[in-house]
């Protein structure tokens, strides 16, 4: 899992959060969907947050704003910081 394209759209950047997910918490990738509560349904903690910041700021080689994060409940949440974060690279490089 390196840089991600800036073209993918929201099937493909939850399909690649799914196995983010899977690999760095061992998540039953049947257990989660996109209405998963990160904290409640998923165990997510606060330290585990900040590392699926690290990582997305890694994979996408920008930086996810801290105020922006702290929004994020459910995979779509993240799904959706992580596609207006790519198009809005995509946008500034088009």
Do not use: C
Not at 16 to 30: N, Q, R, S, T, Y
Not at 60 to 77: A, E, L
């Amino acid at each position: 899992m390196n840089t991600l394209p800036p073209a993918m759209n929201k099937d493909d950047i939850y399909a690649w959060i799914v196995d983010m997910l899977h690999e760095m918490f061992e998540l039953d990738k049947d257990k989660i969907t996109p209405q998963s509560n990160l904290y409640t349904d998923l165990d997510i903690d606060s330290i585990d947050a900040v590392d699926i910041v690290v990582k997305l700021n890694q994979s996408t080689g920008k930086r996810i704003q801290p105020d922006v994060f702290r929004t994020v409940r459910t995979v779509q949440d993240v799904v959706d910081v992580l596609a207006t974060l790519l198009n809005a690279g995509a946008d500034a490089t088009a």
